[in-house]
């Protein structure tokens, strides 16, 4: 069966779903459940937390079984405490051992193990990485498609030339690069993903060229005809006026006057809506004349009110065609680069063996779609008989594909499954969540699927929940009543369950407080409220703002820095603000730049021959770059150090995928805008998104700007028109980027789907406002502009008298901040608020704030763990040796040793080619392969699927030098020491002696480097010395077959 828990914020979410994992982990009968149970998170954050609290529970419930809070339940499945303590313990003991199967994960991670397993399928390597920044790729994929313009590529030179003709007609401006990328984006985007999927659309043949180009004629002669007619139209009133002697200054008002332009106009020029006056006036004639003249021209009506009418019609009737024809067409030049950019994308992507996170479910489903559930687990190479996936509300419809075939085959063998979530936290729907999936549709997915709701609020004091309680039931309800009755669902039912009971122990009731405010004075808002709170005692790491945008986070970062307040903010640490990363990379542009006055400036002053370095690999440049500017300024490196790690986690990063070019990597960080996670600090405010703070709770809440989260936002969404019955149906088919503003859709085609996107941003921007509010523990303080007098002058304080519904004030509310002023002025049943007002701030105030002197903390100093061990240096100090400063404080390291610590590591292994090398040292003659291959699936270096293809892969290669593998009369040396004058030890990976004569042969799985041929130059100086006179050095890159 399916579980689905409702866990609203506070409510214990995570304790629910850790305590359903212990459970079905006890009482299941197999000593080794924890292998076929999978619990999936969606942030690696929420998985280390998982993890740590069941072997937390577990420690508990095996060392002191009552301590623990799951014990009331769980000993009821056992005979005895001691039972339950020995099962625990037992189970506790094989997780650590056999943590590598421990299956707590990110749904990502799982997607990305199960498509590996699926490498061959795909046609891909199974040592491809994943690529998180799409932004990159679809930059490079512009890029190489401008790259390809040539009279080779005559349609697509063509087509971007009309474009940019179209819009220079129109008198744009135009960036052929920049809007090439903007439009990318966007077709790369998950949102146009979704909307191409839900219609079914076929992208190849919807926006190919050809349908494209036929598209643009027929739309052409559509608005056209429809230009015409209205003009005919237009001048058959005029002259039929005319020749009543009537001119425009004879009518009331010249409320004709658009009329008379549009028959005077140029026959392209395209005519102007009618305004309502024209409307009205074409059902009532006396509304034409002055009251002096109507007698006069009253005769008139029957022959002029036709025409009006028959004007008026045109655009009652087909102004929607005509409207949404003109819309598309304007977005027609943007569509014709999909077909060629999807083409460089992806070959793109096969060329530096990464997939892209978004297409790589795409993939996954793609591949499983229809497949039974045995299948799947036989290429993973594992079962897993129990699922439990948290934050289910923003799971994307992809993900949920994916997943169904294995939850419908555990549930078809009486399996417990859980989903858990909550609707009103879904805020991802940019991202390709879907909340309606676990609102109801799932319910009908699955006959037995039971709901629980958790409705009580273990994280936030009284006050606050009472405050959440009764604002959320007054706001859904104002929500619903003004989408009307068209919209597909009631934000109403959806925070049914956001009233929640009071749990926490803590007698203090907590504090809220809202400030209405002139809007330059939001900043001084902030700053006052951080002030109160910690001289009431609280930390400045004790305090958190949250803010709706990166933009909003760095200005307010900044006025509290420059107000004497420490803060860190995950948004506002800019890798690129660092002097020393600065530093590097100017030194980096100066190598094949001389005219990089920069760079060359700085290198000069540090006596620095970058163009001699250049010799080394990028990463190693750069790390002597960096050894070379602490020596210079030891201060400024230590205060950077932070940056400097992220700075080579970016280089690392960047050559791992592209190689060592130097022009590449500056290219790379020019369009890229890489930022640092601050460490915690309890004397620093934090700044953060409300995007970043869902699922983290803190003490005290600022949210300032609350006006930033409006009803609507006036942004582009992909949809499309309703064109059945209408001059469109047969023209388009296809979903396209267009505006939501009013009314730019309410007069065309796309009315629908874009009341449809309005209903769902209602929802987003009400779970928005939720999370924010739902973070605190003991004081809230929401600061916002004040209300316009529309607002105000409409809102009154009100005795409460019935439900909330009942007393909504009559006015149209345009962001969230609003309806609270409505709620706090009474028309939602708050009470107990104090209102505090002056010439220009409005504050409503409950309970006092939290005093912080009471709050037990945890102590700020670790202990030290084991005491009593000496400690070495790392490296000599300068007095001991002559070792050169640019050496000293440089760890060496085994390329190998990490694959001691984790399995990451492994696989990071098998991309540099370790396993493939591994292979081929047990490799004599071609009859061996199979067997070494064997060999490295049963140590567990390669998963189940990849057998095949390593096998495949090097027999192809093997088999195109049998003359390296010989079977017989050639001494074969695989991986022999071979020991120098001076001691050193070196190891060729394959020699080969026969006829006195040595070839020397050294795999390389990686990019091409000159200090490979040092490296087999010395092999083969060794054996020069060892007598031999013809010796032959090979080196070998496998992957790709290419011999030096």
């Known amino acids: 069966m399916i579980r689905i828990m409702k866990a609203s914020a506070g409510s214990g979410k995570t304790f629910n779903l850790a305590k359903t994992y212990i459970r079905l982990l006890l009482t299941d009968e197999e000593r080794y459940s924890y292998r076929h149970i999978l619990a999936v998170t969606f942030t690696n954050k929420a998985t280390d937390e998982m993890k740590s609290r069941i072997l937390k529970e577990l420690h508990l419930l095996a060392v002191s079984p009552k301590d623990s809070p799951y014990y009331e339940e769980l000993v009821l499945a056992f005979e005895s405490e ?38 061959r399928e795909i046609g891909q390597f199974a040592t491809y990485q994943v690529e998180l920044d799409r932004e990159s790729l679809v930059s490079e994929s512009v890029d190489r498609v401008l790259d390809s313009l040539s009279d080779d590529n005559k349609d697509l030179l063509e087509w971007l030339t009309q474009s940019v003709m179209d819009d220079l007609e129109k008198g744009k401006r135009y960036n052929l690069e920049n809007n090439l990328k903007t439009v990318a984006m966007t077709l790369k985007s998950d949102e146009h993903r979704a909307a191409v999927e839900e219609y079914g659309i076929d992208e190849e043949k919807e926006y190919s060229k050809e349908n494209l180009a036929r598209m643009k004629k027929a739309l052409a002669g559509v608005m056209a005809s429809f230009v015409k007619e209205v003009k005919e ?46 409307f009205k006036n074409s059902e009532d004639f006396s509304k034409w004349f002055r009251k002096a003249d109507f007698k006069r021209y009253e005769p008139l009506e029957g022959r002029l009110m036709p025409l009006l009418q028959r004007y008026c019609g045109i655009f009652t009737e087909k102004y929607k065609v005509y409207s949404t024809a003109s819309k598309i067409s304007l977005i027609l030049n943007e569509l014709g680069i999909a077909g060629d950019l999807d083409r460089e994308f992806r070959a793109l992507m096969k060329e530096k063996n990464v997939l892209s996170l978004d297409d790589s479910n795409v993939i996954l489903r793609n591949i499983i779609d229809g497949t039974d559930a045995p299948f799947i687990y036989e290429k993973l190479g594992v079962r897993f008989e129990h699922f439990l996936l948290d934050e289910f509300q923003d799971t994307s419809r992809i993900q949920w594909d994916n997943f169904r075939p294995l939850i419908e085959n555990s549930v078809a063998q009486g399996k417990e499954n859980l989903l858990v979530g909550d609707v009103k936290q879904s805020i991802y729907r940019w991202r390709g969540s879907d909340w309606r999936m676990m609102a109801r549709e799932v319910q009908g997915e699955f006959t037995q699927c039971g709901v629980e709701t958790l409705d009580s609020n273990y994280r936030s004091l009284r006050n606050i929940v009472e405050f959440n309680n009764g604002f959320f039931e007054y706001a859904s309800s104002v929500l619903d009543g003004m989408s009307g009755e068209e919209s597909d669902f009631k934000v109403h039912d959806i925070y049914s369950d956001a009233g929640q009971l009071v749990k926490s122990k803590d007698v203090a009731g907590g504090s809220v407080e809202v400030v209405f405010c002139d809007k330059e004075d939001e900043m001084q808002e902030i700053l006052d409220a951080v002030n109160k709170v910690h001289e009431a005692g609280a930390r400045y790491g004790e305090i958190t703002v949250l803010v709706r945008s990166n933009r909003h986070g760095s200005e307010v970062a ?98 791992s995928v592209n190689g060592n070019a130097i022009d590449g990597f500056l290219k790379a ?54 064109v059945e019955g209408t001059e469109l149906e047969g023209i388009t088919d296809g979903v396209y980027n267009v505006s939501l ?90 009470s107990g608020y104090v209102k505090e007002e002056s010439e220009s701030k409005i504050v409503f105030s409950k309970g006092d704030i939290y005093d912080y002197s009471t709050l037990e903390r945890k102590a700020d100093t670790i202990s030290e763990l084991m005491p009593g061990y000496p400690s070495y240096p790392l490296n000599p100090s300068a007095e001991d040796d002559d070792t050169d400063v640019r050496e000293r404080g440089r760890l060496k390291y085994s390329a190998d040793s990490i694959d001691f610590f984790c399995d990451e590591a492994r696989n990071e292994a098998r991309l540099n080619g370790t396993v493939l090398h591994g292979i081929l040292s047990e490799v004599v003659t071609l009859s061996d392969l199979p067997d070494a291959v064997r060999h490295a699936f049963d140590a567990g270096e390669i998963d189940a699927g990849q057998e095949e293809e390593y096998l495949d892969i090097l027999t192809q290669r093997t088999s195109a030098h049998p003359e390296w593998f010989p079977s017989e009369d050639t001494e074969v040396l695989n991986e022999t020491q071979l020991i120098d004058t001076d001691g050193q030890v ?59």
């Not at 805008?673 to 809440?701: A, C, N, W, Y």
């Not at 060729?988 to 091409?1008: C, H, N, S």
């Open 741 to 830: 503003r009013k009314p730019s859709n309410e007069d065309s085609l796309f009315r629908e789907g874009s009341q449809k996107e309005m209903q769902f941003q209602l929802v987003d921007n009400i779970n928005t406002f939720y999370v924010a509010l739902t973070r605190p523990v003991k004081g809230l303080t929401v600061i916002a502009s004040n209300p316009p007098e529309k607002i105000t002058g409409a809102i009154v304080p009100v005795a409460s008298t019935g439900s909330a519904a009942e007393v909504v004030p009559p006015c149209d509310f345009t962001d969230f901040s609003q309806i609270l002023y409505a709620y706090l002025c009474g028309y939602g049943e708050p």
């Open 669 to 722: 960080w020019q369009e890229a805008d890489p930022k640092i996670s601050s460490p915690s600090d309890p004397e620093s405010v934090r700044v953060m998104t409300i995007h970043k703070s869902k699922g983290l709770e803190f003490q005290h809440v600022i949210f300032p700007f609350a006006e930033e989260i409006g009803l609507f936002r006036s942004e582009k969404h992909w949809t499309r028109p309703s």
């Open 986 to 1044: 070196y190891r060729p990976d394959r020699v080969l002696i026969k006829d006195g004569k040595v070839t020397v042969i050294d795999y390389k799985f990686g990019e091409k480097n000159r200090r490979y041929h040092r490296q087999v130059a010395r092999y083969a100086d060794i054996y020069r010395r060892m007598g031999y006179s013809e010796i032959t050095p090979i080196i070998w890159y496998v992957l790709t077959d290419e011999v030096e």
């Open 558 to 655: 900044m006025f509290l820095m420059d107000n004497g307040i420490s803060v860190i903010s995950d948004d506002s640490l800019h890798l690129k603000s660092s002097a020393v990363a600065r530093q590097v990379v100017s030194l980096l542009s100066s190598v094949g730049n001389e005219d990089d006055t920069i760079g060359s400036f700085l290198a000069g002053e540090l006596d620095i021959n970058v163009a001699e370095l250049s010799c080394l690999s990028l990463a190693d440049l750069c790390e002597q770059l960096l050894r070379i500017l602490k020596a210079r300024d030891p201060e400024l490196f230590e205060s950077e150090t932070q940056y400097v790690q992220a700075l080579m986690d970016f280089v690392q990063d960047y050559v």
């Open 233 to 278: 139209a237009a001048k058959a009133f005029v002259s039929a006026a005319g020749e009543e002697g009537l001119a425009n200054e004879d009518f009331s008002r010249k409320c004709f006057n658009s009329v008379y332009v549009c028959a005077a106009s140029d026959p392209k020029e395209v005519p102007a809506y009618p305004s309502a006056t024209i």
């Open 82 to 119: 001691d039972g339950l303590r020995q099962r625990a313990r037992t189970v506790l003991c094989d997780i650590l051992h056999d943590y590598g199967a421990f299956a707590v994960s990110t749904i990502d991670r799982f997607f990305q193990q199960t498509l590996k397993a699926f490498s």
